[in-house]
């Protein structure tokens, strides 16, 4: 058990000073831009393969399920767990959805409960990393135009 423990640590960003990239709890004008444009695109790219309104706003309701729970769950200290917990629960609720509207009944409904237990968590810590790296983009870009404020002006 303990490789999943060095793992899990290396996963939050304990080894090598790394930084971990997660929805941020305040945000500032580059960050909203990122995100409006990253919407902009799945809606295109929804739209351009015909996806049903229900795929797509379970798509959406999932990815900022997991994106406020970044920010919100543990007070933004570990956004990998939150994603994962996020996601199982946010998947499970569409499962129950769908299995509550299903017209022709389910054989195994513990069987797909079960499996949507985890391609949740899996679906969580995929969509996760992607919300993480929309914001180490958006860092990228705003480094540039950061200034150190203990610094003489050039003038």
Do not use: H
């Not at 409904?109 to 899996?122: D, H, Y």
Request: aromatic share 14%; with cysteine; proline share 4%.
């Amino acid at each position: 058990m303990q490789w999943v423990k060095r793992i899990w640590s290396a996963s939050r960003g304990k080894f090598f000073g790394q930084t971990v990239y997660s929805v941020p709890r305040k945000f500032d004008l580059l960050a909203i831009f990122a995100v409006w444009i990253v919407i902009s695109i799945f809606l295109g790219i929804a739209t351009t393969l015909n996806w049903n309104l229900p795929i797509t706003g379970a798509v959406i309701y999932l990815v900022a399920l997991i994106g406020l729970s970044q920010a919100v769950l543990f007070r933004g200290k570990d956004p990998r767990l939150a994603s994962v917990i996020s996601g199982t629960l946010g998947f499970v609720s569409i499962v129950i959805f769908l299995i509550l509207n299903f017209k022709g009944g389910l054989n195994q409904p513990a069987l797909v409960f079960a499996f949507s237990l985890l391609l949740g968590a899996i679906f969580g810590y995929v969509v996760g990393t992607c919300v993480g790296g929309i914001f180490l983009v958006a860092d990228f870009f705003r480094k540039p135009f950061v200034v150190n404020r203990n610094s003489e002006p050039n003038l």
